[in-house]
């Protein structure tokens, strides 16, 4: 099994709708995921999610199967560490989730006792998106062991498009590959549409780690499409490509 996670356009956040360059984006994202076979369309309930997944549910003929869990973390998750001043959990300078006192802790000793973590929910939060990735991946096929690998139930060679957001796949990055979240938390940064593959082993009746294959990939957006066609990657110049 082959398990895309897809973030969603550009959008308007207040009112949790694509901006026209995010639709654009969802186009072309569209037409890059197509040409890999998605079998199946998941989405979080948001609804610049569920606008992201429309185009290849379009294209491919596929229902969008909304996912609760697969919501964004919530603002909840801001804190005031280490400065006081109210801010995202991934805002926070990657300095202080590195410092030396920290860098062995795993996620669940972080979740509890690393300043900026256990404020505002943030555990209730990551431990949420955890269950709830552990039981879609069961319904896929893919039962989570108490040791922490996932155990292929049956064989499969279906790819799985599940379209969600930037800070949720940081939590699901986490869970699934037994990276300590702090790390991902202050270095890893997915653009909008990017899409992020990993691949989980079809030699059924084995306990698996699932292997990331892709990261965040964009490479979707500097494909020119139509003449009059731009869109904008977050972070870079604000120029059409």
């Known amino acids: 099994m082959f398990l895309y996670l897809v973030r969603h356009g550009e959008p308007d956040y207040k009112r949790d709708v694509l901006l026209p360059c995010g639709w654009e984006q969802a186009e072309l994202a569209a037409r890059r995921l197509a040409v890999d076979g998605i079998d199946e369309i998941h989405a979080s309930p948001m609804g610049r999610a569920q606008q992201t997944a429309q185009p290849l549910s379009k294209r491919l003929g596929l229902p969008v199967i909304t996912e609760p869990w697969a919501r964004e973390l919530t603002e909840a998750t801001w804190t005031p560490y280490p ?16 410092d030396p006192a920290y860098r062995h802790m795993d996620t669940e000793d972080a ?6 973590m256990y404020e505002g929910g943030y ?13 879609f991946l069961a319904r896929c096929g ?25 800070a949720m796949t940081r939590v699901l990055l986490s869970h699934m590959l037994h990276i300590p979240v702090q790390y991902l938390a202050s270095t890893l940064s997915v653009h909008f549409t990017g899409i992020t593959i990993l691949e989980f082993s079809e030699e059924w009746g084995r306990d698996i780690v699932p292997r990331m294959i892709c990261c965040g990939d964009i490479g979707h957006l500097y494909t020119r499409g139509e003449p009059q066609t731009t869109f904008y990657v977050e972070g870079a110049p604000r120029r059409p490509f």
């Open 111 to 116: 979740l509890s006792g690393l300043p900026g």
């Open 123 to 135: 555990p209730q939060e990551y431990r949420e998106r955890a269950e709830g990735l552990d039981g």
């Open 142 to 166: 893919y039962q989570r062991t108490e040791e922490g690998f996932y155990h292929a139930q049956a064989h499969t060679e279906k790819h799985i498009a599940l379209f969600c957001h930037g």
């Open 83 to 98: 400065d006081g001043r109210i801010k995202g959990l991934f805002r926070v300078e990657p300095a202080h989730f590195h």
